[in-house]
């Protein structure tokens, strides 16, 4: 299988009960962040994305958080799923950059148990 | 339906070849990226495009090389002199003006 996960951060949940993951980003300058999910051996799928002029976004059972203040990023995910176990990380990215030069977190597994 | 295709699922290569690994869309997107996966560690850029004949080295560009002769296509040669090449191996592409990309399936590169 995938070993993408391999040694990275673990948040172990039940199903059912939110999880919260975070992420701590690095360049001030960056004005715009995206949340992925990699499934084992699967490429990264879009979830969320966010604007530095916004606090808060809200999907489908995914909410993400801005805090610019401390460079903090969060993805909350209410009433986890099994289906939801993969491994989920964070980007930055800037109009500077053209967005060309996404910054990507190593990411954060999530194993849900039922 | 649209979508970005990578091919082979699985490579193998060995020591002193170069391998090709295929990256297609049909999103009619204008930038894309080819990234490398290691184990704990978070995507890093190798190459990118954002139009037709032109390209960008990224942050561990050295062995490798790409081309794009055609909007669709971004093939990634790992040659031999990257010295390390195992990894998951990750296209993705983007609209200009647009900020999300979208990424392949990947292609694991193993050497043996």
């Known amino acids: 299988g995938e070993s993408v996960g391999l040694h990275l951060p673990t948040l172990s949940v039940q199903e059912g009960d939110n999880s919260i993951i975070n992420c701590a980003y690095s360049?001030?300058?960056?004005?715009?962040f995206i949340w992925y999910k990699q499934e084992s051996g699967k490429g990264p799928q879009f979830i969320i994305d966010?604007?530095?002029?916004?606090d808060k976004r809200q999907g489908q059972r995914v909410t993400v958080l801005l805090n610019k203040t401390v460079k903090h990023l969060s993805l909350q995910i209410a009433a986890t799923q099994p289906g939801d176990s993969a491994v989920y990380f964070c980007?930055?990215?800037?109009?500077?950059?053209?967005?060309?030069?996404?910054?990507f977190g190593a990411g954060t597994r999530l194993a849900v148990h039922p | 339906d649209g979508g970005i295709t990578q091919s082979p699922k699985y490579l193998f290569r060995k020591e002193g070849q170069n391998v090709t690994l295929s990256c297609e869309q049909n999103l009619n997107h204008d930038a894309m990226y080819w990234y490398r996966q290691d184990p704990g560690q978070g995507l890093r850029l190798i190459y990118y495009s954002q139009i037709v004949n032109d390209f960008q080295k990224g942050d561990i560009a050295e062995g490798y090389s790409v081309s794009r002769e055609k909007k669709e296509s971004f093939p990634l040669t790992v040659t031999s002199a990257q010295k390390n090449p195992t990894a998951f191996y990750l296209c993705?592409?983007?609209?200009?003006?647009?900020?999300?990309?979208?990424f392949g399936s990947g292609t694991r590169l193993t050497v043996v």
């Open positions: 360049n001030s300058a960056s004005d715009y």
């Open positions: 980007a930055e990215g800037s109009f500077s950059g053209g967005y060309n030069k996404l910054i």
């Open positions: 966010i604007r530095s002029n916004m």
């Open positions: 993705a592409s983007r609209r200009i003006p647009g900020y999300g990309y979208t």
